[in-house]
């Protein structure tokens, strides 16, 4: 498996981004309707792991389905607004176009509007419909490491960012064949062996002919169905045409251009911890938490589109112990621990790894 051990940088974002990994920038869909299991040649773990890092495709397009299903706690505010946080429960369908490494189109669109992410070549555009505004960034002519990810918001992604914490602290096997989207597929099946992990299994559904992920789900401990999942509803492998890659505004629209200097977020699959002193990780895996320190311009409200931490902190339950004592946030993925001396601790592990980590 050296091939998934190229990009250990990614490894601890998995507990936090890749099972929210679409949270970034949508959320994840429900189990379409149970089809026959189709008859496919047997295939080993290792050779569908091969199968997808060797997998090439000039373009592809299709419809993604998402929906997710975090067990969210009922906290005013928290999946309020037109942000990555209104993604973070229901059902959500994407058009995604993909040509090559510099092309690329995401379209969110749902009861609202539509909003766009669109890259071709340096020129990347976002667009939202119920504003009718947009932005225009040029990226550097050189690589830049902070650059968008070369296609958002699909199985592919999703997938990436999992297999990349294929270790040791992983057990890796073969599921069951399946159909997505029309395709026949083999399902590779990722589980954390640390009991301390709330996942208990991510189940990539994979193109048995095409080797493109089809399918992302990921299940808690305990559920029976996917707490979050990201899948094609419809692919087409033909190379989109260039003009789905151009940016054509409707009148009266608003653009903002923003320099290429202009700070920029770490990419997903970048630890924060490498650009901010602040911010550091425990542990390793499927268990690996992030600790960051939460001073108060960073727990207002006025810290950007973030929530205000201090407004969400006081919906949630009081905990203490020889640790200290703080607020605890729960849902069927992700726990994090707000504590009173300012410390941020999150991860897709038990409160009892986090109230460790806390008195460490």
């Known amino acids: 498996m050296s091939v998934l051990t190229s990009r250990p940088a990614l490894r601890w974002l998995v507990p936090v981004t890749a099972v929210v990994t679409v949270v970034g920038g949508g959320a994840a869909l429900g189990r379409f309707a149970a089809q026959a299991e189709p008859s496919l040649p047997p295939r080993t773990a290792a050779q ?15 419809t993604v389905v998402q929906r997710a299903d975090l067990g969210l706690p009922a906290i005013a505010g928290l999946a309020a607004g037109d942000g990555p946080a209104d993604l973070l429960t229901g059902t959500h369908t994407l058009r995604v176009w993909h040509s090559g490494p510099d092309k690329q189109r995401v379209a969110l669109v749902d009861t609202l509007g539509e909003r766009d992410i669109i890259r071709n070549g340096r020129d990347v555009w976002t667009w939202n419909s119920r504003t009718n505004t947009a932005t225009h960034r040029t990226l550097p002519a050189e690589k830049d490491a902070d650059a968008p990810p070369e296609l958002p918001d699909t199985p592919q992604e999703a997938a990436d960012a999992a297999l990349a914490a294929v270790d040791p602290t992983t057990e890796v096997s ?26 208990h299994q991510v189940r990539i559904a994979i193109d048995a002919t095409e080797h493109l992920p089809l399918r992302f789900e990921v299940f808690a401990e305990g559920g029976d169905r996917p707490a979050f999942e990201v899948a094609f509803a419809q692919i087409d492998y033909a190379r989109p045409d260039d003009d789905q890659f151009r940016f054509n505004p409707r009148p009266g629209v608003k653009v903002t251009e923003e320099g290429a200097d202009r700070a920029r977020p770490a990419r997903p699959g970048k630890p924060a911890g490498d650009e901010r002193p602040d911010v550091r990780t425990v542990g390793e895996g499927w268990t690996t938490v992030v600790v960051a320190k939460v001073d108060g311009a960073s727990r207002s409200a ?10 969400l902190s006081g919906q949630l339950p009081a905990v203490r112990g020889d640790w200290g004592s703080g607020r605890l946030f729960r849902s069927h993925l992700v726990s994090a621990l707000l504590t009173d001396d300012g410390r941020l601790i999150a991860g897709a592990v038990t409160p009892e790894r986090l109230y460790e980590v806390a008195r460490g």
């Not at 569908?48 to 299709?62: C, E, I, K, N, P």
């Not at 006025?302 to 407004?311: H, I, K, N, R």
């Open 48 to 62: 569908l792991l091969v199968d997808l890092q060797t997998a090439r495709h000039d373009g592809f397009s299709g």
């Open 174 to 199: 073969v599921g069951r064949a399946a159909t997505v989207a029309g395709r026949d597929a083999y399902e590779l099946v990722l589980a954390p062996r640390d009991a301390a992990s709330l996942v």
């Open 302 to 311: 006025d810290a950007g589109d973030a929530p205000d931490l201090d407004a």
